[in-house]
DNA sequence: ATTTACCCTATCTATCAGATAGAGTTAAAA
DNA sequence: TTTTAACTCTATCTGATAGATAGGGTAAAT
């Protein structure tokens, strides 16, 4: 399950993303993408911190995105706020941790799949930026406008 | 995340897939492949009740697989126990919801790229039997002898 | 009749997601 | 230089749920 904090991330950015240069105050992106204004606050200052987004202060303030769209991937945004993208932490390529209960890790069934699961995961999230997001986004919107 | 209630459950599953025909009691289950036998317990009668399982009371009774191994796919089991394979509700098949905070679904970001991600989750999960998961299991685990 | 083993419901506990509160800090503008 | 708009940060609350345990009930084989 993805978290609502990603979620609300992922929104976010993309709006960044069509505001590029021009910072974006809290309480606009929380009124636009329905979002709990105080939590998008939390979400936005992790991103922050993490050097996705960067901030200005004071009037005329607010949120942008800290480098190119092209640049920042949905991995990682996932990633921050709800962990590695791996259904068990023995098939986790970023936060390998083994199981306890396992006594042949390499012969293990559930490890094999949920290895299949990850790899398949981290391959459209790695994939996929806010840029090729947008673009995605807008060539579904043309079909859906022409029907 | 996979829950432990469904990596629990195809842990036991396989190894049912290798006792076809002669019942295993929980107890035996449970030790074999570490277990809370109590917990156990409660996810093969969940098995049961959802006819992946039939079970023997009494002397010399039991859990054994109620069909064929390459009937039983990893996605009936993780839905059964985690639910939906879709990290958000309006990107599943099986348990469609719309998101409220969504205006237009066909135009969100984060349908489109979780629909993604459902899809190749789908893939795997539901492309995977306890039979084609042992056959991988051996083929490795023969690798794994040879070197 | 007795033993073995599944059947079922109730309950407990710790953790965490989601959300809110409020005081603090910075920087632009008046 | 004062004001004000906006981000910064830490603390806290609440309800839900995962993981697990307990214990009495029921069926079947010997």
Do not use: W
């Not at 009124?31 to 050097?51: D, V």
């Amino acid at each position: 399950m993805l978290s609502k904090k990603a979620k609300y991330a992922i929104k976010a950015l993309i709006r960044l993303a069509d505001h590029q240069g021009e910072p974006v105050r809290i309480a606009d992106l929380a009124r636009t993408e329905q979002i709990p204004p105080k939590f998008l606050e939390l979400i936005l200052l992790g991103l922050r911190n993490n050097g996705v987004l960067q901030s200005r202060k004071g009037k005329g303030g607010g949120y942008l995105l800290a480098r190119d769209p092209a640049k920042i991937y949905l991995g990682q945004i996932v990633r921050m706020f709800d962990g590695p993208l791996a259904p068990v932490p023995c098939a986790s390529q970023t936060a390998y941790v083994p199981c306890a209960d396992c006594r042949n890790e390499a012969v293990c069934g559930v490890h094999l799949a949920m290895k299949e699961v990850r790899d398949a995961t981290a391959k459209v999230l790695d994939g996929t930026s806010l840029a090729s997001l947008r673009r995605k986004v807008d060539r579904v919107a043309l079909l859906d406008h022409n029907r």
